[in-house]
């Protein structure tokens, strides 16, 4: 009995078990965040239903960490968003409404922090990283689909009150997750299951144009790209790039809306495109006005989220970068760029890591979060992304996969049904 009872504690006791109930919160976070069921069920609506998993999941977290503390380190990246929160934090006392400074801290940045160290900690395998990643993709292709077939009448295609109510904000959304929907339709041999993320991906790519987001078009062109180089040129599938293209040429000219050509001409000269109405001068006067800002106030800025009122346009800078160093500071920007430093060391890491070059399924999520964040990168210079949520979780998913690459090589079996469905031993990402 003792011996049993011994070796049940042994299995309990790896960091695997121990953060089950933490992960399967996550997880259950993240479907809230993703899927809006709240935008579906409005008995729903108004319900803080994702805080509650949030806050059970940090407590799961917490309980399966107890008394194993040395056995679960934070990531640089988690230490990075911590050392970025800690900033936003001193800029507090010297923000020039230190009200919605503080509530910007601590009701929406604070779950971008909690969120990262937790996926950090509490995705311990690729397996977890995966069901995490298809979540996201297949709520950004549901979601895109319905937006087409539906609400494709609106003079720009948004959805709901949340994470897809904004055009510009969906179609930066899409370009994201664009590569990773291409990841899992080349992961899969299930013909049903690739037509559903083929029929996403033409989905996407059609709201986009919906949208009328000219940012949101710069960053799928780039997130189609890199897609198209590191799984057509780099992962050896030329067909990729002539099915693509092939595709293109077949559906632009129905799916393209009225007056898109001139919206894009819109992006040189602003003069022609009816629906600017301003949008470009003033976005010119905000980007001028946040760099000044960053000069007056170059170590504490103007507070998180003061720089509409700070300004008096009572508009977001609608650029990343200078929204940091603009409210949160220089430093804060400083170590924003070190995270976004941080995820392309990751992902070139990975490559260099025995489990890369043996594992398909490891090869695929690389190369999408690698184009995905070439999309973010342009995409951030067009809108203000500082303290939400999505972009962090990406960037704590490349260091789960970097650090399961490190841990163990891949167990590989000939001709599986699909990469991602291979049957492997879970491995800790702690476990040396």
């Known amino acids: 009995m003792v011996g049993s009872g011994t070796k049940l504690e ?25 899927y809006r069921p709240e935008d579906i069920f409005k008995f729903i609506y108004g319900l803080p239903l994702a805080k509650i998993i949030g806050g059970l999941a940090l407590l799961s977290l917490v309980i399966g960490i107890m008394g194993q503390a040395g056995r679960f380190k934070l990531n640089t ?41 937790m996926i950090g900690i509490a995705v311990t395998t690729v397996s977890r990283l995966r069901r995490l990643l298809f979540i996201q993709a297949s709520a950004v292709a549901i979601m895109a ?26 179609a930066i959304m899409i370009a994201l997750n664009w590569p990773i929907c291409l990841g899992f339709l080349l992961a899969t041999r299930n013909p049903v299951k690739k037509a559903f993320w083929a029929i996403g991906l033409i989905g996407m790519a059609w709201a986009v144009t919906l949208t009328y987001s000219r940012s ?30 092939f595709t293109a040429l077949l559906l632009l000219p129905v799916m393209l809306p009225s007056h898109y050509g001139t919206r894009l001409i819109g992006i040189f ?26 000069v007056q106030h170059p170590l504490f800025g103007v507070g998180p989220g003061n720089f509409a009122s700070a300004t008096q346009y009572w508009h977001v800078t609608h650029n990343t970068y200078t929204q940091l160093s603009s409210e949160a500071g220089i430093p804060a920007l400083v170590i924003f760029l070190f995270i976004l430093r941080q995820v392309f060391r990751n992902l ?50 490349t260091g789960v996969l970097y650090r399961a690459c490190q841990d163990v090589p891949a167990e590989v079996k000939p001709k599986p049904q699909s990469v991602f469905t291979r049957v492997r031993t879970p491995t800790p990402v702690g476990a040396r």
Not at 10 to 34: C, G, K, S
Not at 269 to 278: E, I, K, R, T
Not at 279 to 284: K, L, T
Request: glycine fraction near 8%; include cysteine; charge should be positive.
């Open 10 to 34: 042994r299995t309990w006791n790896t960091p695997e078990n121990r953060l089950t109930a933490a992960y399967v919160l996550i997880v259950a976070f993240w479907a809230f965040y993703y």
């Open 77 to 117: 990246e988690a230490k990075l968003v911590l050392l970025l929160f800690l900033q936003c934090v001193l800029t507090i006392p010297f923000a020039t409404w230190k009200g919605g400074a503080f509530q910007t801290v601590f009701e929406d940045f604070d779950k971008c922090v909690i969120m990262t160290v």
């Open 145 to 170: 689909v319905i937006g087409c077939v539906f609400f494709r009448g609106l003079t720009r295609l948004a959805i709901g009150t949340g994470l897809y109510a904004n055009a510009n904000d969906f």
């Open 216 to 245: 949101g078009f710069m960053a799928l062109v780039v997130a189609v790209c890199f897609s198209f180089w590191e799984f057509g040129v780099r992962g050896k599938r030329k067909y990729i790039i002539v099915a693509g293209v």
């Open 269 to 294: 000269n602003p003069s022609v495109d009816a629906l600017d109405l301003g949008s470009h001068v003033a976005r010119e006067e905000l980007l001028k006005k946040s760099i000044k800002l960053t």
């Open 348 to 397: 070139r890491n990975i490559r260099k890591t025995e489990r890369f070059r043996d594992d398909p399924e490891v090869q695929i999520l690389t190369g999408a979060l690698r184009a995905s964040f070439a999309g973010y990168l342009l995409g951030a210079f067009f809108a203000s992304y500082a303290y939400e949520l999505f972009i962090y979780g990406l960037v704590a998913f």
